[in-house]
Each structure stands twice: as C-alpha cells, then as structure tokens.
T-cell receptor, first 113, second 114 residues
Framework: DTGVSQDPRHKITKRGQNVTFRCDPI?????LYWYRQTLGQGPEFLTY????????KSRLLSDRFSAERPKGSFSTLEIQRTEQGDSAMYLC???????????FGPGTRLTVT | DAKTTQPPSMDCAEGRAANLPCNHS???????VYWYRQIHSQGPQYIIH???NNETNEMASLIITEDRKSSTLILPHATLRDTAVYYC???????????????FGQGTILTVHP
C-alpha cells in the first residue's frame, strides 16, 4: 500500500454512460498525475495537477475526458459518453515537489460493454 | 525525454541475481534514469533512480555506464515476488515544462522461477 487510494477499483459500464473515478493522493503531495494503461502496454500519461491547477494535458485526453482537483487534495477523472476504446486501467500517482519518485495507486479498471 | 530500449522478457532463478539491461543512447545531460516495476494487477512501484553515479537502496542497485548510454538494474537475490514488468524510464528533473511525467515503454517481463 503506497498511501494513494483510488475508487472504485473496478467499474463496468455500458457504452454511452458517464463514469467518474476518484483518487486520494498522499496527503502532503502537491503533485498529482493520471495515467491510462491498456492491456500489454505501459501506462500513458493523461494529465497533471500541481495543487489545484491542471498544468498539462495529453492529446490522449479527448473532450470527453475531464479532470479536477478542486481543493488541491483529491482528484476526479470523468469520462463522458464512454466508448469501448476507453476500457483500460486508470492509474493515479502523486509526488511531492522536489521529490523524484511518484507513488501510484492500485488503479481503477474500467470495462465498457 | 530520451527513449529507452529493453529486452521484452528475461528469466531468472530464485536466489540468483537478476540483471536487467536498458539502453538510452540519446540521454541528455540533465536526464535521470528511473526504474519502476509493476506486479500483475497493481500500480507501478518506484525502485530506484540515478543520474551518473551508481546507486543502491534496499530493493536494488543501479549501474550506469560512464557514457550514460546504458544502465543495468540489479536485483541481488531474486525471489518469486520479484516477478513483474520492469520499466526503465529516462526523465529530466521535475522542473521546467516536463512536470515530472513518466513516459513508460513496454518494459521487460521478468519471470523468477523456483
């Protein structure tokens, strides 16, 4: 257990539905990252927050994806109108400024049917 | 960030040292070498990182060649629980515009067998 928690751990949804995932980072970590991982591939960067500011978004993050970190603590990732191609593991990681390593949560596995 | 090349898979006997190579021939002077691993169905786990000197911690040792174009992660006494995908990542210091994001390749699947 790294101290980063994600909820839910598994989500099955029908195509077209909206889903929201939550990440709770380690409390003193001001940096928060979202990654996506499909089967057999390494994680791919989606977006990054420093405190409550979203400072970088990958081109992978289409208009259907939105992420927030309203008070600089927990973060949510919402996918609207899910598609089968959204099926993946969504990973959250956190780190502290000046500290090099990122601590990953267990991930949320999304299955879109 | 510089790209890395790793063998797709390796085997190791339990109790023996596992030596995982990584090529990063285009590494820049300010880029660090990081190693993470991912055990099945878990999030990646940080192992170690280094700039140019060899590094050792409780999990592993990192040997970086003098020209910094390649490195080797050493697990000195591999156990069955070390079976995982090992990722070698090159990344600049978490400043400037990189924001510290990690760019993962496909990694090396290390299988430790009895």
């Amino acid at each position: 257990d790294t101290g980063v928690s994600q909820d839910p751990r598994h989500k099955i949804t029908k195509r077209g539905q909206n889903v929201t995932f939550r990440c709770d980072p380690i409390s003193e970590h001001n940096r928060l990252y979202w990654y996506r991982q499909t089967l057999g591939q390494g994680p791919e960067f989606l977006t990054y927050f420093q405190n409550e500011a979203q400072l970088e978004k990958s081109r992978l993050l289409s208009d259907r994806f939105s992420a927030e970190r309203p008070k600089g603590s927990f973060s949510t990732l919402e996918i609207q109108r899910t598609e089968q191609g959204d099926s993946a593991m969504y990973l959250c990681a956190s780190s502290r400024r000046g500290i090099y390593e990122q601590y990953f949560g267990p991930g949320t596995r999304l299955t879109v049917t | 960030d510089a790209k890395t090349t790793q063998p797709p898979s390796m085997d190791c006997a339990e109790g023996r040292a596992a030596n995982l190579p990584c090529n990063h021939s285009t590494i820049s002077g300010n880029e660090y070498v990081y190693w993470y691993r991912q055990i099945h169905s878990q999030g990646p786990q940080y192992i170690i990182h280094g700039l140019k000197n060899n590094e050792t911690n409780e999990m592993a040792s990192l040997i970086i060649t003098e020209d910094r174009k390649s490195s080797t992660l050493i697990l000195p006494h591999a156990t069955l629980r070390d079976t995982a995908v090992y990722y070698c990542i090159v990344r600049a210091n978490a400043g400037g515009t990189s924001y510290g994001k990690l760019t993962f390749g496909q990694g090396t699947i290390l299988t430790v067998h009895p």
